[in-house]
C-alpha cells in the first residue's frame, strides 16, 4: 500500500524566510505527486502537481516542488514565504494508472508565519 | 472556475442519527470521492465511486456509510447512524477520467455528532 510521510509537523518562520516541507513516500510503481494547502476554515486547494517531465515543478503563488525520484521525495519549497503563507500544507500520491485514482495524503505540516 | 459543492456547511446531529452529507460535483467530472478529516488529523480516503457502483473503498466505509448518486447531479454520503467518532470534516471531491488534470475538492462539511 501507498504511504506518505511528512516529518515537519509544525513549522515556524519568519516573512521572508525561506521555506522548505519534507515529504517522503512509499510505493514501488509510478505515482503522481501533489501539494495541497488548507487556509483556516477553508477547503483544499491545489498548489502544484507532478505527472511527468522536468521533476522541478512550478505552482501558484510562488510555491515549487521538486521530484527525486531516487529519493522518493517530493519536497515543497518557497524562497521567500509571506504571512499569508499560514497554512496547513498536505503531500498526497496516487497510482498512475492513466485514470482517477485515489488519493493518498500525508499528516499535514501546520505553517505558522510570524511578523 | 468549476466548483465542487457541499451542503450544509455545518451539521450537528445527536448520536445514533443519520444524517446525508450532499456534494454537487463538477458536471463533466466521472469520478467522485468522499474524504474525512478528524480534528488535527490527516486527511484520509473513504470512498470513490465510478460509473454509478463504488470502485474503491477504505476500511473505514464500513456498513454504516453508503454514497449514492440519485440523480445525475447530487452525489451523497449517508452515515445510518452516527457514533461520536464520526465527528470529522467531509470533503466530497471529484475528478476526470484521466488522473492528468487532478481533483477537485468541496469546502467541506464539519459533521459534530454529540
Known amino acids: 500500500a501507498q504511504s506518505v510521510s511528512q516529518h515537519n509537523h509544525h513549522v515556524i518562520l519568519s516573512e521572508a524566510a525561506s521555506l522548505e516541507l519534507g515529504c517522503n513516500y512509499s510505493y514501488g510503481g509510478t505515482v503522481n505527486l501533489f501539494w495541497y494547502v488548507q487556509y483556516p476554515g477553508q477547503h483544499l486547494q491545489l498548489l502544484l502537481k507532478y505527472f511527468s517531465g522536468d521533476p522541478l515543478v512550478k505552482g501558484i503563488k510562488g510555491f515549487e516542488a521538486e521530484f527525486i525520484k531516487s529519493k522518493f521525495s517530493f519536497n515543497l519549497r518557497k524562497p521567500s514565504v509571506q504571512w499569508s503563507d499560514t497554512a496547513e500544507y498536505f503531500c498526497a500520491v496516487n497510482r498512475r494508472t492513466g485514470t482517477a485514482s485515489k488519493l493518498t495524503f500525508g499528516t499535514g505540516t501546520r505553517l505558522q508565519v510570524t511578523l | 472556475e468549476p466548483e465542487v459543492t457541499q451542503t450544509p456547511s455545518h451539521q450537528v446531529t445527536q448520536m445514533g442519527q443519520e444524517v446525508i452529507l450532499r456534494c454537487v460535483p463538477i458536471?463533466?467530472?466521472?469520478?467522485f470521492y468522499w474524504y474525512r478529516q478528524i480534528l488535527g488529523q490527516k486527511v484520509e480516503f473513504l470512498v470513490s465511486?465510478?460509473?454509478?457502483?463504488?470502485?474503491?473503498k477504505s476500511e473505514i466505509f464500513d456498513d454504516q456509510f453508503s454514497v449514492e448518486r440519485p440523480d445525475g447531479s447530487n452525489f451523497t454520503l449517508k452515515i445510518r447512524s452516527t457514533k461520536l467518532e464520526d465527528s470529522a470534516m467531509y470533503f466530497c471531491?471529484?475528478?476526470?477520467?484521466?488522473?492528468?488534470?487532478?481533483?477537485?475538492f468541496g469546502s467541506g462539511t464539519r459533521l459534530t455528532v454529540v
Open positions: 465511486f465510478y460509473n454509478n457502483e463504488i470502485s474503491e
Open positions: 458536471s463533466n467530472h466521472l469520478y
Open positions: 471531491a471529484s475528478s476526470g477520467l484521466s488522473d492528468v488534470r487532478g481533483y477537485t
